[in-house]
Every structure is written in structure tokens, then in C-alpha cells.
């Protein structure tokens, strides 16, 4: 199998979690599939949440959920070094608050970095390759809000093969997985949004993994593949779920 890799990095990253209060905003510790699908869908062009006069998924989502896709995490075990930031919010709406001014803070990521791969099987995979390789993009890519701009680079098609092993290098659900827990191993978890809910565009979270050590997987289907060029051990995902062969 062909698939397109590339390195997705920035200065910043922010990645809002919904659930939080007025004054403090906390980010998700990693790029999560929605997320990336809407950058991705940035740099084709796509229509995003604000479109008008749209019938349930953003036109970047209807387009984009069948990409199978692997993340693999750079941080140091799978984490990224974290800043608190705060703004000076003096528009109309902090003019509640003492002196017309609201502080609002939120955690930012340092210095993100994520190898992304996609499977070259349908057409805009296809187009997605053509756009990445040639450096071509529509509107700006973001990690997240437009504070945090994306940088793509090291891009190339590599070779996807199956793999025998039991160690995952990229980020995996623990559904998919038993993970074997033993002394010098590191883990990494967190719920990530993985789906929109049709009708009120609600995240759908999986309970996301990334580790260094053994998994048993629960399926008799293959689903650990490697990367030919650097033999990272890659688990691919799409709207289906986990991609079996």
C-alpha cells in the first residue's frame, strides 16, 4: 500500500475542550481526527462549521471521514510541554465585568509535532496528496484557532506493509487493544474526539492510547502496519473505526 506522510508541526497548538468554565480554556493534549480533518479540509478548501444553508456535516467532514489515518505522536512519550496564556478580552462581551475588561486564559501546547499518514485509496486521498506535495493550500492550515499557524513539511509517499509485531508507534484506541503493562513503559491517554454527531455536531470521544509497550489485539484481522522507510508500527483510522486487512 501507497500512503502519503508528512510531518504536521507549530510554535503553538490549541485544541478547545468544550467542557470548561468562562474563564479558563483547556486544550486536548494531542491533534484529534475532527481536528485534523478540518485542516485538512482548510487546505483543500472545504466549508467548515459556518457554512450557511448546510444540512448536517460541515462540507469538510461529509468529504474527509473515509481518510484512513495514522498519528504519531512526537512528544517526549507521547506528551507536549503545556503554557498557561492570558488575553485582555475588552470587547462587548466582558463589558459585565469591573472595568469592562475579562481576563480569559487558556492552555496552549509548546512546540507540537505530529508525523501524519494517509492511506492513498480513494480520491480525496488522492487530491489531498497532490496539494501536500505540491505546497499548495486554500486557506491557512491552524492548529486549532487561528492563533496557532501549522507547518507541513517532510513530505513524501511511502510504503504501508503489514506487520507481525505487537508494539504500536502511533496513537491507537483502547478498544482495539489490550495493552500489557509492564515495569519502563510509558502511557499516554486521553478521550479524543474521534466523531461529529450528526444532527448537533457534538464530539464522539474515544479513549486514545499512545504507548511503548506490548498490545495483544482483539481481532484475528490484521491491523498493525509498518512504514518501510522508517519501520514505524502504524494503526490506521477512518469513520468505519480501526482498518483491518
Known amino acids: 500500500?501507497?500512503?502519503?506522510?508528512?510531518?504536521?508541526s507549530g510554535k503553538t497548538g490549541f485544541f478547545k475542550q468544550p467542557d470548561v468554565n468562562t474563564y479558563l480554556y483547556y486544550t486536548y493534549g494531542q491533534i484529534h481526527r475532527v481536528a485534523l480533518l478540518g485542516l485538512l479540509g482548510a487546505t483543500l478548501g472545504y466549508k467548515g462549521y459556518n457554512e450557511k444553508d448546510?444540512?448536517?456535516?460541515?462540507?469538510?467532514?461529509?468529504?474527509?471521514?473515509d481518510l484512513k489515518i495514522s498519528v504519531v505522536s512526537e512528544g517526549n512519550n507521547?506528551?507536549?510541554?503545556?503554557?498557561?496564556?492570558?488575553?485582555?478580552?475588552s470587547t462587548a462581551f466582558a463589558s459585565n465585568e469591573e472595568?469592562?475588561?475579562?481576563?480569559?486564559?487558556?492552555?496552549?501546547?509548546?512546540?507540537?509535532?505530529?508525523?501524519?499518514?494517509?492511506?492513498?485509496?480513494?480520491?480525496?486521498?488522492?487530491?489531498?496528496k497532490e496539494y501536500i506535495l505540491d505546497k499548495k493550500t486554500t486557506f491557512t492550515p491552524y492548529l486549532g484557532t487561528n492563533d496557532h499557524m501549522a507547518n507541513i513539511s517532510d513530505c513524501e509517499i511511502v510504503d504501508i506493509e503489514k506487520s507481525d509485531e505487537n508494539i504500536i508507534d502511533s496513537l491507537f484506541w483502547s478498544d482495539d487493544f489490550k495493552l500489557r503493562l509492564k515495569s519502563k513503559i510509558y502511557k499516554y491517554e486521553e478521550n479524543l474526539p474521534f466523531f461529529l454527531e450528526e444532527d448537533?455536531?457534538?464530539?464522539?470521544?474515544?479513549?486514545?492510547?499512545?504507548?511503548?509497550?506490548?498490545?495483544?489485539k482483539k481481532t484475528d484481522k490484521n491491523v498493525i502496519f509498518e512504514d518501510n522507510d522508517n519501520k514505524l508500527k502504524l494503526v490506521f483510522y477512518s469513520e468505519e473505526g480501526i482498518y483491518e486487512t
Do not use: C, H
Open 1 to 8: 500500500m501507497k500512503a502519503l506522510r508528512f510531518r504536521l
Open 99 to 128: 472595568g469592562g475588561n475579562l481576563i480569559v486564559k487558556q492552555v496552549w501546547l509548546e512546540n507540537p509535532s505530529w508525523l501524519i499518514y494517509i492511506l492513498l485509496d480513494n480520491d480525496q486521498s488522492e487530491l489531498i
Open 78 to 89: 507521547g506528551v507536549f510541554d503545556r503554557k498557561l496564556q492570558a488575553f485582555n478580552n
Open 200 to 216: 448537533t455536531e457534538r464530539y464522539i470521544r474515544k479513549k486514545t492510547l499512545a504507548s511503548n509497550g506490548e498490545v495483544r
Open 54 to 65: 448546510r444540512e448536517k456535516y460541515p462540507e469538510f467532514y461529509k468529504k474527509l471521514r
